[in-house]
């Protein structure tokens, strides 16, 4: 399953589930990233780390470890 530090930007996604139970995936549970709930990746520092997502209406930056544990299911792309 994909995670959320593979999206590029502007993808979307549906967060299925968080890897891990320590302090780390606890906080990121507080935050907002529930199973369930959508994302957008906005965008990425030059180097790739952290990533922006929004998310619940408010934007939210992670380091790309902390994404990679967020597995996701992508988005259809948008028909034009």
Request: proline fraction near 8%.
């Amino acid at each position: 399953m994909p995670s959320l530090a593979t999206l590029a930007p502007g993808g979307s996604a549906r967060v299925e589930r968080l890897g891990g139970d320590d302090a780390i995936t606890l906080r990121l549970l507080e935050m907002g990233l529930t199973p369930g709930v959508a994302v957008r990746v906005v965008g990425r520092a030059p180097l790739g780390d952290p990533i922006e997502v929004e998310l619940r209406g408010y934007r939210l930056s992670l380091r790309r470890s902390e994404a990679s544990r967020v597995e996701v299911t992508v988005a259809p792309a948008a028909v034009a």
